[in-house]
């Protein structure tokens, strides 16, 4: 992605206002830009991101099926999903794994309210710093500003989505199968804290693919507004 040194160098240290005479001038004939179009063209691509990639984790195998963000067992459990497999346990192993990521898209339908507030309160420096920054820069301030209070959202209902999708039960079954085992070292993970996090994984990952989308496609940018605002990184 290509860059102006020079707009980059204004963009980092003018004030707002001089920042402002700099949007207005820009070479190469680009339309003038209001702070406010800046901001709300970075809330735009944002709220796209929302709309287009978070839902599709919260439909049944968003996680399971999508290999960029499909949650693989934590690596102290991964001995457990070979050895069940080797003594014909393989179906067992495979629905503990679907498990997780059920529960994953269960506690995914809650994060929107929470990155809508986030998109909201973005300002003109946040957005002059987001729209020169690197390829996931407004993914990094999502979630600077989100992974806080969705792990407090996801965490719970991830608890419960256990209870519900039978995940707690399956998962009782395939350790407790696995530790009675002759030889072999017991395991207790918190599957609870560990889907959590990699849920909130997958969320930022699908966001930044459409961020990506809008940064390096212009095709991608399917307003005018996003095609002006973009148009200043380019």
């Known amino acids: 992605m290509k860059r102006l040194p020079l707009i980059l160098f204004t963009f980092i240290t003018f004030s707002c206002g001089e920042l402002q005479q700099v949007v207005n001038n820009l070479p190469g004939g680009l339309p003038a830009l209001s702070e406010a179009e800046i901001g709300n063209g970075l809330r735009q691509a944002l709220e796209f991101g929302i709309e287009k990639q978070v839902s599709k984790l ?5 996680f399971y099926k999508n290999e960029l963000v499909k949650i693989l067992l934590p690596e102290e459990l991964r001995k ?21 990521n059920r529960a994953a ?3 995914v339908k809650d994060a929107t309210p929470i ?47 256990f209870s519900r999708v039978g995940a707690d ?48 496609k212009i095709g991608a940018r399917t307003t005018d507004l ?9």
């Open 115 to 161: 990155f809508v507030a986030a998109v909201k309160d973005i300002t003109f420096a946040d957005a002059k710093n987001i729209l020169l920054g690197a390829d996931n820069a407004a993914t990094t301030y999502l979630e600077n500003r989100t992974r806080t209070a969705l792990y407090a959202k996801f965490n719970p209902v991830i608890n419960n989505s």
């Open 58 to 62: 919260t439909a049944t195998d968003g």
């Open 105 to 107: 898209e269960d506690a």
């Open 169 to 216: 039960v399956i998962w009782t079954e395939l350790i407790n199968k696995y530790n009675a085992i002759p030889l072999v070292n017991d395991v207790n993970p918190d599957l609870t804290d560990y889907v959590t996090t990699e849920a909130l994984k997958g969320v930022y990952t699908m966001i930044a693919v459409e961020e990506q989308e809008i940064r390096n």
């Open 80 to 100: 457990v999903d070979a050895t069940l497999r080797d003594i014909g346990l393989s179906s067992l192993a495979d629905e503990g794994l679907k498990a997780l």
């Open 226 to 234: 996003l095609r002006r605002v973009f148009a200043l990184q380019d």
